[in-house]
């Protein structure tokens, strides 16, 4: 094993600083991607292991101790090694790594909000949306190589996708594996790569996703769509697709579970005669019939004209609170006629009643406990 001094190039006395100082020089003039040459690339590795163990001031006391010592000598690697070897880093006896891994992944999930307005909740609905994601490229076909080319064996690992070292430790000599720097693992490098996406295999576009979005579906509800996320790297498979649902506010409908509620503003005659009214629904005209004497706060109950049920079948109901409109304005013939009906009604004087919520509230009330 070379001294660790003399592949850095520093005295044994050297500061830390000396040392890191070497190995930026060393590392910028020997890195593969500066000088390809394979000596350089050996080099390169024995830098860095050097420098690893200097720069340690426990493995740096210990390779200065020297076997003789009790120290794990010169090119140990200490216990970071020992575990490498097995626990995943490789075997001994010069045993191969794990295997180059693959360039293709899984692309990332995406999550986009999907705005629907209320009526087309009843139903369900389709929409057709408008993604800016990452997709496979054309060019290469995901591939990254420039059309005509084709990944090639990397010359360092030899295609393993590892890079092989054999170390002294207590255990005696073991053999470690790393990522190849070169290849970065995959076993193959890309001379020539895609001039479309730079070798990535994707490149962002715009495409449209079509979605059809199930009746019932409420604001904070997430659709899932598997495989509608972004392409992964080297045209790997897409991720998932995540809807996050916002109903739009509605002028007269809101909503009540599967339920519909609206109010109904009735005339004072309409509410002592009784009338017979249609109202326009979300889905169609509403037939409604007004019994004499209908009060404010009371609730109109439409079976199954509300929402569509989500998880089971059948639909929720239309409910329609009454709020009763006193004219703040009459003309001296209509004010005759209603001093008539109040000496012939022979209604009591008013008077104080047991305490009430508001008419509002109590027709909030009634909505939601009918």
């Known amino acids: 094993m070379a001294d660790h001094y003399d592949v850095l190039g520093v005295p044994r006395d050297a500061s830390d600083a000396d040392i890191k100082k070497a190995y930026r020089r060393l590392a910028r003039e020997l890195h593969p991607d500066v000088n390809p040459s394979p000596d350089a690339a050996e080099r390169f590795k024995d ?133 190849c720097g070169t290849c970065r693992g995959y076993g193959t490098v890309i001379p020539n790569p895609c001039p479309t996406c730079q070798g990535q295999g994707r490149v962002r576009a715009r495409r449209t996703v079509p979605v059809d979005v199930p009746a019932g579906v409420d604001s904070g509800l997430r659709l899932q769509m598997p495989g509608q996320g972004e392409v992964g790297p080297a045209g790997g498979p897409a991720g998932d697709l995540y809807l996050e649902v916002r109903v739009r506010h509605h002028d007269v409908f809101s909503r009540d579970g599967d339920d519909l509620l609206a109010t109904l503003e009735v005339p004072m005659t309409d509410a002592i005669l009784g009338a017979t009214t249609t109202i326009d629904g979300l889905d169609g005209p509403v037939e409604l019939e007004l019994r004499p004497g209908v009060q404010s706060a009371d609730v109109l109950v439409i079976k199954d004209r509300g929402v569509t049920k989500l998880r089971g079948s059948g639909r929720g109901d239309l409910k329609v609170g009454i709020q009763v409109v006193t004219p703040s304005k009459l003309s001296h013939k209509e004010r005759q006629l209603v001093e008539q009906l109040a000496k012939s009604h022979k209604a ?18 009634r909505f939601f406990n009918f």
């Open 47 to 179: 830098v860095t292991h050097a420098y690893d163990v200097l720069s340690d001031p426990e493995q740096r006391r210990r390779f200065d101790a020297g076997p003789q010592d009790g120290g794990f000598g010169a090119g140990a690697g200490g216990f970071s090694d020992i575990f490498d070897a097995f626990f995943g880093g490789g075997g001994g006896g010069g045993g191969r790594g794990t295997g180059p891994r693959s360039r293709a992944e899984r692309g990332g999930d995406a999550l986009l909000r999907l705005e629907v307005d209320l009526d087309e909740v009843v139903f369900g609905t389709h929409k057709d949306l408008e993604v800016d994601t990452a997709v496979r490229c054309d060019t290469c076909g995901g591939s990254c190589c420039a059309p005509g080319t084709s990944p090639q064996t990397c010359d360092i690992c030899g295609g393993s996708g590892h890079i092989q070292r054999q170390v002294r430790s207590l255990l005696g000599n073991v053999v470690t594996s790393a990522p």
């Open 348 to 365: 009591g004087a008013p008077q104080l009643s047991r305490f009430q919520q508001g008419m509002f509230g109590k027709l909030r009330d």
